[in-house]
């Protein structure tokens, strides 16, 4: 499934950009900054509970041609200090890996709505100290959870408001 295909679709065109508008954690927003190109959009996301409480963070999804056999390309616009997301955005989320040796991975059956939860996800639940993508930042979070607090509140006011 290609979004956004044929002549300037509207969003609520594509029935699964529908969908995923429809069924947002309360913690997302999605912006789709040219309606005409439903496969780029923007996601922000406002955690409520947790270390990251109060920041808003900035993802960019692209929706590649070979969607829905291939995951979309994400990447988090926000610096942030986060044990699976690296100060240059990259995310390590298994659901947007093409072949995972958990079987967690992507699948034709995977939807944008799970991207989002998923990386809505990532705050609260999905947010792993054991899997690390940022080392650094899982150790510090292992040596001192204190200053890894006030580590990710700095990051919060600098970057994320």
């Given at each position: 499934m290609v979004l956004g295909a044929g002549?300037?679709?509207?969003?609520?065109?594509?029935?699964e950009v529908a969908e995923l508008e429809a069924n947002l954690p309360?913690?997302?927003?999605?912006?789709?900054?040219d309606p005409n190109k439903l496969?780029?959009?923007?996601?922000?996301?406002?955690p409520d509970e947790g270390y990251y409480q109060?920041?808003?963070?900035?993802?960019?999804?692209?929706v590649p041609d070979a969607y829905n056999?291939?995951?979309?390309?994400v990447k988090c616009?926000?610096?942030?200090?986060?044990?699976?997301?690296?100060?240059?955005?990259e995310i390590c989320l298994s659901l947007l890996r093409e072949h995972s040796i958990d079987g967690t991975g992507?699948?034709?059956?995977?939807?944008?709505?799970?991207?989002?939860?998923?990386?809505?996800?990532l705050f609260t639940d999905l947010l792993n100290f054991d899997d690390p993508l940022n080392i650094e930042a899982a150790e510090h979070h292992l040596r001192d959870k204190e200053d890894f607090r006030s580590k990710v509140e700095d990051y919060i006011k600098r970057?994320?408001?």
């Open positions: 002549p300037a679709s509207p969003v609520s065109g594509c029935p309360c913690t997302c927003k999605v912006h789709f900054p496969h780029c959009f923007q996601l922000t996301v406002t109060g920041g808003k963070f900035q993802f960019e999804t692209e056999m291939v995951p979309p390309k616009l926000t610096r942030i200090w986060h044990p699976n997301i690296t100060e240059t955005g992507w699948a034709p059956t995977r939807t944008l709505k799970d991207v989002v939860w998923g990386l809505n996800s970057f994320a408001r």
